[in-house]
């Protein structure tokens, strides 16, 4: 175990100073750490959550444009109004970027395998309502408009529903891990903030004993130096008492000198007194 009276002076005073010195490399540290994750999480929500959200609404929106185009195609081809092919390039269109963005939500979610497998069953969804549509078009194109929208009113809408559970169950699930990744950064940021705190507190403990204590372990031993001192020289000092010599700095030794100086002193008075008994 350290014992504080057996180190030097310098040892002493430099103690205080150097755990305030660590203290601030831990502190520093520590704010390193926290500004490093914290500019991670906000990169992976910014560059991959946020945007894998926004993709998968987008998609959302385009499969539903596709559904709706569909049915329109199917009214107006029903109805006799013409020029039902827009609304078949509509419907082409919309059910293309709807499985593009899909896509690209796989690629900004594919560090995270729980994430991916939410979409386990998308591909064959989407292939088999690709298929459905393409048959009941392949109807109306037919002329048997009439069949093709009851077949997909009986078997299409439910299609359809079932691959749109897969967008919004991928939005659902990116969404509440962009959440679990904010609590984490918040959680930890607490945790260090705890952290700086408590360091903070320690190097201002220490900076007071530096200030106020440190001092007082060489004021106080020299002051009852300075005192023996001033009472020889004023003729009334007790020269059998001696400054303790506890420890092992430089006051210390200085201590052991002084009794060495004030045990022959004595010694010196005592035979001076007996010299000046026999002369007497």
Known sequence: MLNIDNLSVRKKLSLPLSLVMILIIVVSIVSLQNSRFLA?????????????????????????????????????????????????????????????????????????????????????????????????????????????????????????????????KIGEAVKNRSDEITKEGLASNSSQMVVLGIAILLAIAACLVSLIIGPQLITNRINTMRKMLSSISEGEGDLTQRLSTAGNDEITRVAEEFNNFIENLQGLISIIKKRCYLVE
Do not use: C
Request: proline share 2%.
């Open 40 to 168: 991670k999480n906000t990169q992976v929500l910014s560059s991959v959550y946020t945007e894998a959200i926004s993709t998968s609404l987008n998609a959302d929106r385009d499969l539903y444009q596709a559904h709706a185009a569909l049915l329109e195609f199917m009214l107006n081809d029903l109805l006799g109004a013409g020029n039902t092919n827009v609304y078949l390039k509509v419907y082409e269109e919309n059910a293309v970027q709807a499985k593009d963005r899909m896509e690209k939500v796989r690629s900004l979610i594919s560090d995270s395998p729980a994430l991916l497998g939410v979409l386990r069953t998308f591909d064959s969804d989407y292939k088999n309502w690709l298929s459905f549509n393409d048959r009941v078009i392949a109807m109306v194109n037919n002329g048997d408009v009439a069949a093709a929208s009851s077949l997909y009113q009986r078997e299409g809408s439910p299609l359809f529903e079932q691959l749109r559970t897969n967008y919004d």
